[in-house]
Structures are given as structure tokens and as C-alpha cells.
């Protein structure tokens, strides 16, 4: 395993921002770390990183403990952090050249990382000259200078205009096939675009963790009906298998079913037992972004 975070907790003073998690990422795996804020996500990537500790618990980076040996651990991680740090008055060239003094890697490898995240047009340039997106991609260069085996990159698009979206989530899949990739977003088109598997926490605890194609199979089905009378909830709790009902507007129902079987059937049977009739019927499929808020509720 590239990472394993084992019953990690973190307090601030009384405080739980983290309630005992776990969950391991092999190598080869693009995984979305996603939550609401305020839920632990920058927490847990700090202390994955070695910059804070864990109140309890430990984790693992390529088979090194990052609690005990955090600068070796540090070696094998590349990490964006949700704010960017830059010496803004440095060129861009420089400030990298700057950060493979620290790595102590090959300064030959600046150009080719310059070219990889799209900086040639803005090389010459000092870093306060560039605008949000470039900064980004500056520190997304820090973080893959040193041939990292893993990535952490916290909110690594912010900042990004459409065009320079796709160009870095092409290259964090090109990554991905051979380094372990962690990165949080609150973006879900962008998780659905690159990640293999989705890990959610909220307050602190994890709430998912599940192959992409797994997570998008595990959503209810949904059902809009409006009959032709008005009825009570106590009624429409009485629908086999039904995960949750709610009256949007005057006879319309919105019905979530905890299946994927196909339940019209099921609600026109509903209607003709108890004397309704269906003046309209509609499904609906949960998108991953209402998947998310269904998950942090």
C-alpha cells in the first residue's frame, strides 16, 4: 500500500476534527477526498504530509511512519496545499530552481516539468505577475519536481478557467497511472473526469469510501408522481422499500427508493389500492453532487 491511515483521530483542544478514520490507497489509484468544509479533509492531508500530528492512530507512506520519520515520509510525497505558498517575488524558474536545491534533485528536470503543467508562456515571469490558475500550476510543479511517489493535492484546480481544467485533470490522470494520487474538490464533474474511487468524510468521520462505479450504483432511485388528490405522509410510508418521500408541491410527491429495480410499477399498484389516480409520473437519476449532500446532510 502507497497509504494507510490507520483509526486516526485529531483534537483541538476539546475539539474531535477527526474521529478515528482509516482507509488505505494502493499505487496506480486516483482517489477524490471529498466533504464539506469543516469536515476534517485538510486535517487529515496535513497529517498524511508529516505537518501535523495525530492525536491518535498512525500513517503509513511507502512503508514508512510518518509520525516517526517525517521527513523521509516527505521525500515520497508531492503536496499542494488548499493555499498555495509562493514567494511571489521570485521568477518562476527561480523559485523552482529553489525547490530542487531543497529536494535535492536534478535542476534538468525543471524544464520538463515547466512544459508538463502548461507554464512555457509564463516562465519568465516573477510569480506575483501570474494570474490564480498559473500560480496554481507553479505549485503543482513544487509538488511533482522531486518524481514523487504520492500526490496530496488539496483543492489543486482553484482558480483554473475551463480550458486549463481539462489540461490539469489530463495530467493528474497521466500521473495517476503510476504514482498514488489524493485530492479533495468540491467540484463533482471533476471527480466523475478523473478519479477511480471517491473517499466522503463529514464531521470528522468517513461516510463513504467506494469505487466510483460502485458509489454511482449505490444511488436510490427516484420517482416524481402527482396524483390527483392531496394524501398524507403516514399513507405514502406504507410504499415497499421506500428510502425517503417528500411533498414538493401541493399532490406531488418526490419518492427515493432504496433499490434499483424498477418501482413504477409498485407506485401505479400504490395509487389503484388506495383510490389515486397518477396524473403525472417521472424518474429521476441522483447525480453524484446530490449523491454528496445526501451523504453530509
Not at 166 to 173: C, D, G, T
Request: glycine share 6%; charged share 25%.
Amino acid at each position: 500500500m502507497s497509504i494507510e491511515v490507520k483509526n486516526i483521530s485529531k483534537f483541538y483542544g476539546t475539539q474531535k476534527a477527526l474521529d478515528s478514520i482509516s482507509f488505505s490507497i494502493k499505487k496506480g489509484e486516483i482517489v477524490g477526498f471529498l466533504g464539506p468544509n469543516g469536515a476534517g479533509k485538510s486535517t487529515t492531508m496535513k497529517i498524511l504530509n508529516g505537518f501535523i500530528s495525530a492525536s491518535e492512530g498512525e500513517v503509513i507512506v511507502n512503508d514508512i511512519n510518518v509520525a516517526k520519520n517525517p521527513i523521509e515520509a516527505q521525500r515520497n510525497i508531492g503536496y499542494l496545499p488548499e493555499h498555495n505558498p509562493l514567494y511571489l517575488d521570485m521568477y518562476v524558474r527561480e523559485y523552482l530552481n529553489f525547490c530542487a536545491s531543497i529536494h535535492k534533485v536534478d535542476k534538468s528536470n525543471i524544464e520538463s516539468i515547466i512544459e508538463k503543467v502548461g507554464l512555457i508562456s509564463e516562465a519568465h515571469k516573477k510569480i506575483k505577475q501570474l494570474s490564480k490558475g498559473y500560480r496554481q500550476r507553479v505549485g503543482l510543479a513544487a509538488a511533482m519536481l522531486h518524481n514523487p511517489e504520492v500526490l496530496i493535492l488539496d483543492e489543486p484546480t482553484t482558480g483554473l478557467d475551463p480550458n486549463q481544467l481539462v489540461e490539469i485533470r489530463n495530467l493528474i490522470k497521466e500521473v495517476g497511472k503510476d504514482k498514488t494520487v489524493l485530492f479533495s474538490t468540491h467540484i463533482m464533474q471533476e471527480v466523475e473526469a478523473v478519479c477511480d474511487r471517491v473517499i466522503v468524510i463529514n464531521k470528522g468521520g468517513i461516510v463513504a469510501d467506494k469505487q466510483l462505479n460502485q458509489l454511482k450504483g449505490a444511488q436510490s432511485q427516484i420517482i416524481e408522481v402527482e396524483f390527483d388528490l392531496r394524501i398524507e405522509q403516514q399513507l405514502i410510508d406504507k410504499l415497499s422499500q421506500l428510502k425517503s418521500a417528500e411533498n414538493i408541491f401541493d399532490n406531488t410527491w418526490e419518492l427515493a427508493f432504496s433499490t434499483n429495480d424498477d418501482m413504477r410499477s409498485k407506485v401505479f399498484d400504490f395509487a389503484q389500492k388506495n383510490g389515486l389516480k397518477i396524473l403525472q409520473l417521472n424518474t429521476k437519476n441522483k447525480n453524484l453532487e446530490s449523491l454528496f449532500r445526501e451523504l453530509t446532510s
